[in-house]
């Protein structure tokens, strides 16, 4: 059993690797019985500066998992800093116990910070780091990776820079412009339904959101940014063995 997080199809991607039909998280986290058993279970998630996405980390504290065995794969795009180590304690802290914890570099899609046509020309290794992570979960080594005091210091400074700024990774900065054309696509793809379309145009609920991006790099239009700060408006991602019905089936309230 094997249970993921995605916006643009990394983790989806990565977690087809271990499993044949891996869980949406928010197609079950609202849902009352949160208890799940298996020989093994595996959770996949993206490392959004040092940590897991909210509502990955509100799904480990709801939920309940009977295993002998219990692994993370994170996805990172440039610096997993001290996650591995910080998502073992932290999992500590609220009971559950991992026994094995590997990050795999990929295409990092937040905006604000790269251009994603430079991103996909970086041949990042994704297949052997895959390979490495597939062999070691088959074989249930038990491995979680020892954080490098610089890496726990950078997580810190990352850390105290988003709490003195929130509107950096809550989706404040997130705008619909007027290349809109109300397609609807942001409803779909959005995991926290934030998103509805009125007068033939997107409109957000709320201004805060978990700053996945799904809306920005599914849009067709191209019509979602990142305020004025994206580092290439024209270039989005979607992992290449992902589809937008995927991402649809895994995201959509």
Not at 98 to 108: E, G, P, R, T
Not at 147 to 166: C, G, L, M, T, V
Request: charged share 25%; net charge negative.
């Amino acid at each position: 059993m094997l249970f993921y997080f995605t916006a643009t199809g990394n983790c989806l991607y990565v977690a087809r690797q271990f499993d044949e039909d891996p869980i949406s998280i928010p197609q079950v986290i609202n849902n009352d019985n949160l208890v799940f058993e298996d020989e093994s279970i595996g959770i996949v998630w993206p490392v959004y500066a040092g940590e897991p996405p909210k509502m990955v980390l509100n799904f480990l504290k709801k939920a309940t998992f009977q295993t002998k065995y219990f692994y993370m794969i994170l996805t990172y795009g440039k610096d997993d800093s001290d996650a591995p180590e910080y998502a073992y304690h932290l999992c500590e802290e609220i009971g559950i116990h991992v026994d094995y914890i590997h990050s795999i570099l990929m295409v990092d899609n937040y905006l604000p910070s790269f251009d994603m046509n430079e991103q996909k020309a970086i041949d990042k290794h994704i297949e052997e780091q895959l390979q490495i992570a597939l062999k070691d979960v088959q074989e249930r080594k038990k491995e979680i990776p020892k954080a490098s005091q610089e890496a726990r210091n950078f997580h810190a400074r990352a850390a105290k820079i988003f709490a003195d700024n929130p509107g950096l990774i809550n989706g404040e900065q997130i705008t619909i412009t007027d290349k809109c054309v109300g397609c609807g696509i942001c409803t779909q793809v959005c995991p926290v339904k934030r998103f509805y379309i009125e007068d033939g145009k997107a409109k957000r609920t709320e201004n805060t959101c978990e700053f996945c991006l799904a809306c920005a790099h599914n849009c067709p239009q191209k019509a979602i940014i990142t305020s004025v700060s994206d580092k290439n408006p024209e270039a989005r991602f979607r992992n290449e063995h992902v589809t937008l019905q995927d991402i649809i089936k895994s995201n959509k309230q």
